[in-house]
């Protein structure tokens, strides 16, 4: 089963998408996401320039030894674009591996550990009444967990809330544009949306929430006191996390369940805030952090210290990827929840695909591999377009920790 042809496909169905598509010498295709927000071409050339010349001619069927081969032979280790590029090739050999043995990507990770994948969607709104419409029209989609962010009083615009109802997307075309911040602003209101959302919504419906690393960690052990009455399912992202020991501080003060990963690229950058349990969900993604390869050594080492997965889902991770992760989540025992946000018409029509949404919970489908397609000829019509993601200032314009 060699790799006879590889090549790298830009499209932009509404926003930029980069897939590796991946042929044997028997006819079989697989495809992987390399899509990184705001740095696509890099991945691409990455892919095209230097790893697609050492894919041809090697035996698709060996996957762990590609994903070594790549991330040691390069010398040069770890980082979003060699992981987003590694990423993109160990997905599309396990597509091929499915469709060669006519099994669903999951049934080669061991088998369904859960009948459906519990995921959540992101409501938002300029203000607390914006973002109580918003919460109950995902629960009237049937959404069992939903994400609040809401702007905030005195700050212009605010990262994390979308434009829209449902196609959340924090990339803008050209330049980038500039959110304001103040944690004085956000601490003070933050508790107020989450009162108010419970006392519309009840007790029961998941609620979580986004801080997108803009708090340190003192401030996010606050915000974590402040939201315990309202019991979230998890506070996401509340400090940024290179410092992987600033998380015991957090954990110190509160009990709110705490999310962190979708920026991380290997199981290093993870390894002490699971081992300490210092955190609750893993958030890495199979295109950010290598592949489902090396997701599963990443969910595994979470495994032992009873810490769950909860994968990083917007829609700049393309449908391949949330095929991908959509098997994964199905089979790995200590899955927790996927983020699930809907791509635009214009996506699901160029990657068709065999996962869907019911009530609240998603399903990969059986299709053989990962069962995601791409429309070549339609992703043509769609060619790259440069965004970027904002830049986040204090209100004194000073750049934010973001
Ligand atoms: O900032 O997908 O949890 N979701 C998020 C997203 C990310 C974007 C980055 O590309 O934090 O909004
Ligand atoms: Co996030």
Redesign the pocket.
Known sequence: MKIVDAKVIVCCPGRNFVTLKITTEDGIYGLGDATL??RELSVASYLTEHVIPLLIGRDSRQIEDTWQYLYKGAYWRRGPVTMSAIAAVDTALWDIKGKSLNAPLYQLLGGASREAVLVYG?ASGADIKKTVAAFGHYLSLGYKAV?AQSGIPGLSST??VGRGQMF?E??EKDAPPVNQWSTEHYLRFVPQLFERLRKEFGPEIHMLH?A?HRLTPIEAARAGKDLEPYRLFWL??PTPAELQESFRLIRRHTTTPLAVG?VFNTIFDCQQLIQEQLIDYI?TTVVHAGGITHLRKIANLAELYQVRTGS?G????SPVCMGAALHFDLSVHNFGIQ?YMQHTPETDKVFPHAYSFRDGFMYPGDAPGIGVDLDESLAAKYPYQRAY?PANRKLDGTMHNW
Request: charged residues 35%; aromatic residues 10%; hydrophobic residues 20%.
């Open positions: 927000n705001g992101h994400r990262y994390g959340y924090p990339a986004d997108h996401e992202d979708e958030r990083h917007a829609t700049d991770l983020e993601l």
